[in-house]
């Protein structure tokens, strides 16, 4: 059974950082582009971030570039998205989300909320 | 960017009925490869989103035959038929076809 499971969430302060992980269990991680996407509360679906299986293909939405890093290890068959600067906008759901050009497995989600 | 529009923003549906949401992209969703990357979602309440539909009109795994999509190039549908309590909840169609990737605003389905 595929299985997605964020953490790292949690409250921050505006301009400080978060690190997010996603751990995969259920299938071979190192074969599948992961990504990340997020719900602000009340809100649709925002995509945030890919990554291609090998790290070879990155791409971010306009409003996180610059400020988070999706990365990977497949050694640990993990996601990451490493969140620097962080802002109010930013405050939503974050869900990892196997593959990319549709998105067929979803983890539970996990909350971040920016605020002083 | 590709700007996923979807109506009605809300649908009310009886038990047993059919419904149809529409999502239509400002641009092809053809990709150089001749797929057309386009998905639907389902998000039941307080749940995480589900795949229903991808490449517009299979579906995934275990998604009952009472969900179809259908479309090309811009213009796209999502049929429920015999519509059940646990169809109920936000639908959103995504575009995997550029990046950014793009998701509709959502369709909400709530029962008559």
């Known amino acids: 059974e595929v299985q997605l499971v964020e953490s790292g969430g949690g409250l921050v302060q505006p301009g400080r950082s978060l690190k997010l992980s996603c751990l995969a269990s259920?299938?071979?991680?190192?074969?599948?582009?992961m990504n990340w996407i997020r719900q602000a509360p009340g809100k649709g679906l925002e995509w945030v971030a890919s990554?291609?299986?090998?790290?070879?293909?990155?791409y971010y939405a306009d409003t996180v570039k610059g400020r988070f890093t999706i990365s990977r290890d497949n050694a640990k068959n993990t996601l990451y998205l490493q969140m620097t600067s962080l802002r109010s906008e930013d405050t939503a759901l974050y869900y990892c989300?196997?593959?990319?050009?549709?998105?067929?497995?979803w983890g539970q989600g996990v909350m971040v909320t920016v605020s002083s | 960017d590709v700007v996923m529009t979807q109506t009605p923003v809300s649908l009310s549906v009886s038990l047993g009925g059919q419904v149809s949401i529409s999502c239509r992209s400002s641009?092809?969703?053809?990709?150089?490869?001749?797929?057309?990357?386009l998905s639907w979602y389902l998000q039941k309440p307080g749940q995480s989103p589900q795949l229903l539909i991808y490449?517009?009109?299979n579906r995934f795994s275990g998604i009952s035959d009472r969900f179809s999509g259908s479309g090309s190039g811009t213009d796209f549908t999502l049929k429920i038929s015999r519509v059940e309590p646990d169809d109920l909840g936000v639908y959103y169609c995504?575009?995997?076809?550029?990046?950014?990737?793009?998701f509709g605003g959502g369709t909400k389905l709530e029962l008559k």
């Open positions: 995504g575009q995997g076809t550029q990046y950014p990737r793009t």
């Open positions: 989300a196997r593959i990319g050009t549709f998105f067929d497995y």
């Open positions: 490449k517009v009109s």
């Open positions: 259920g299938f071979t991680f190192s074969n599948y582009g």
């Open positions: 990554i291609s299986s090998s790290s070879s293909y990155i």
């Open positions: 641009q092809s969703l053809v990709h150089n490869n001749g797929n057309t990357y």
